[in-house]
């Protein structure tokens, strides 16, 4: 069952977002920059909560932050760990990526078929338990982009 923590109206148009990534420290930044900037209550979800029978998180990082949405002034930022061994290391330089978001899977998938080419894909585009569609990818010039499907 697909836990649906992003929401888009239907018919809006595709956004970019900026998904910011840290070294297995980011519910220390979401609660500092939920201090500075108030709103709403930033939605978590740690890796402990992933549903996907194929992949079970080690215990280490159960309590780390796999997706966190947050508003900063009206603006909507996206913000992970990224746990120490998981290929992507984090590094000063890789801590964030565009987040290309939408509600027409076919729309994502069609630009995903073109901005991966020359680029080195990190994840492939598919359903996953939070979304008809997502992918994540290094362009040919090295920037980073998930795409992101949500309803």
């Known amino acids: 069952m697909r836990r649906n923590i992003l929401k888009t109206k239907r018919g809006k148009n595709m956004s970019t977002l900026v998904y910011a990534f ?19 209550d930033p939605i978590i979800m740690r890796y402990g909560e992933y549903s996907d029978e194929s992949y079970q998180p080690e215990e280490r990082i159960k309590n780390l932050v796999m997706h966190a949405e947050m508003f900063v002034f009206g603006s909507r930022i996206m913000l992970a760990d990224i746990p120490k061994g998981f290929g992507n290391d984090w ?61």
């Open 22 to 40: 840290y070294n297995e420290n980011a519910s220390e930044a979401i609660e500092f920059y939920h201090s500075i900037f108030g709103g709403k």
């Open 91 to 151: 590094v000063e330089g890789n801590n964030f990526s565009f987040a290309v978001v939408d509600s027409d899977v076919k729309k994502l998938k069609a630009a995903w078929d073109k901005l991966i080419v020359g680029g080195k894909v990190l994840v492939e585009f598919k359903e996953t338990f939070f979304s008809e569609g997502y992918g994540h990818v290094i362009d040919k010039f090295g920037m980073q982009w998930q795409f992101i499907h949500e309803k």
